[in-house]
């Protein structure tokens, strides 16, 4: 089966290959939006995450004719009432400046106390089955739904400046309550889908997408 990855994060096409080796699902071809021809893009306009990740698993499945896989992914900080959350890529006022979004996290935390950094990263992965693959009543005899949205979250706080060199985001400023110490970006990329939001999502969506396969080839 190919299993389009909505993305063009190369980074995040090598986190759900290596699941998919992983898990031993060598029977699903995972691409990216690269491997098919480009197609007008859906503005991501959903309050949540789990919106964000169907608005680009739909466009997908319905441009590609095949079985999507998209994720939103974001950063939601305690001190500002949840925020950046799905503003995240362009927090900033620019989008995918990672740099820029990350200095005005930590500038809006400047005199934030320690108790009060506490944050979070938070995915939801969508995943969209095209009709013309299986139609709806086949996939409810099988116990499957067109549409499948799994969640992930990791807990943490955020420190006062960057360290490591390692993830791509907010990795630098995030430490997680379960990693010694250390930032995201400081994990190793075997470290970082063991324990991360979307490598929690991912391993939810192993089963679906394990179940999709053997209906659909």
């Known amino acids: 089966m190919k299993l389009l990855l909505a993305s063009r994060n190369a980074k995040k096409l090598d986190e759900l290959q290596r699941i998919m080796v992983a898990?031993?699902?060598h029977h699903i071809e995972v691409v990216g939006l690269d491997a098919v021809e480009e197609y007008p893009e859906t503005p991501e306009?959903?309050?949540?995450?789990?919106?964000n990740a169907l608005i680009k698993a739909r466009d997908g499945a319905a441009h590609?004719?095949?079985?999507?896989?998209?994720?939103?992914?974001?950063?939601?900080?305690?001190?500002?009432?949840?925020?950046?959350?799905?503003?995240?890529a362009r927090w900033s006022g620019?989008?995918?400046?990672?740099?820029a979004n990350l200095q005005l996290v930590l500038a809006q935390l400047a005199e934030v106390p320690e108790e009060r950094r506490g944050a979070a990263f938070v995915s939801a992965v969508a995943i969209v089955i095209p009709a013309e693959l299986a139609a709806p009543e086949t996939l409810r005899s099988h116990d499957l739904d067109p549409e499948i949205v799994v969640e992930g979250e990791w807990r943490g706080h955020i420190i006062h400046e960057k360290l490591?060199?390692?993830?791509?985001?907010?990795?630098?400023?995030?430490?997680?309550?379960?990693?010694?110490?250390?930032?995201s970006a400081q994990l190793t990329s075997v470290e970082k889908d063991a324990r991360s939001h979307r490598g929690q999502a991912l391993?939810?969506?192993?089963?679906?997408?394990?179940?999709?396969?053997?209906l659909v080839g």
């Not at 620019?94 to 740099?99: A, F, M, N, P, R």
């Not at 391993?203 to 053997?214: F, S, T």
């Open 45 to 51: 306009t959903g309050a949540t995450f789990a919106e």
């Open 203 to 214: 391993r939810a969506a192993v089963p679906v997408l394990k179940d999709i396969a053997e």
């Open 94 to 99: 620019q989008h995918g400046d990672d740099e």
């Open 64 to 88: 590609s004719g095949w079985v999507t896989i998209a994720d939103d992914s974001g950063l939601t900080v305690d001190a500002l009432n949840g925020m950046p959350g799905v503003l995240s």
């Open 164 to 183: 490591g060199e390692n993830g791509f985001g907010y990795d630098p400023i995030f430490r997680p309550q379960d990693a010694d110490g250390r930032t």
């Open 23 to 25: 898990a031993e699902l």
